[in-house]
């Protein structure tokens, strides 16, 4: 036979004979209330309905907060990892009047360059990186992991001439731009 669970709790000696009397006065006086005034126990299971929902809204929103705050964690954890990056393997900024100009967003930029960095910047081997507001010069194997991780923050990776495809059509195919083009 199926035992109440009253009777369970009892006969496994969780509760004593007061506690199980106790409640099944609570429960017989719930049931004489809600059977006296039927409207107090409507009004009551929608207070019960509402406090539910606004638990469940409460939730929804804690919820989103705590995404945001995990997107904002990672976001700073990548900007850690690449000044990291940045500042164990920029080169150093030569002292000089000559300028490497270069397109950031819709301004023109540009950085200190000597002939030798010049040349490795038309072969491709090194590239311009943004970190904490500043320009810097890396390699081009470490500006590629910068990208994988914030691909705004990688400025200026020069291209190689033999990479860029001609076009049949252009009338000034015929008339190669050197690498070491200063404008």
Do not use: C
């Amino acid at each position: 036979m199926s035992l109440s669970l009253r009777d369970q709790l009892f006969a496994a000696g969780l509760i004593n004979e007061k506690q199980a009397k106790q409640a099944g006065k609570h429960q017989g006086q719930q049931r004489r209330e809600q059977a006296k005034n039927p409207a107090a126990a409507a009004a009551e299971q929608q207070r019960i309905a509402a406090h539910q929902a606004a638990e469940a809204a409460k939730a929804a929103r804690d919820a989103e907060l705590n995404r945001i705050a995990q997107e904002k964690l990672k976001q700073k954890e990548m900007r850690a990892q690449i000044k990291q990056l940045v500042e164990q393997n920029r080169l150093p900024m030569p002292e000089g009047e000559d300028y490497y100009n270069f397109i950031d967003g819709k301004k023109i930029r540009r950085i200190p360059v000597n002939p030798a960095l010049r040349a490795r910047f038309g072969k491709g081997e090194i590239a311009i990186v943004r970190a904490d507001g500043r320009y810097h010069i890396v390699p081009a194997a470490i500006a590629e992991r910068v990208r994988e991780r914030d691909p705004h923050s990688v400025v200026a990776k020069p291209e190689t001439v033999e990479s860029k495809p001609v076009d049949d059509n252009d009338p000034y195919k015929d008339f190669v731009v050197p690498d070491d083009l200063m404008w």
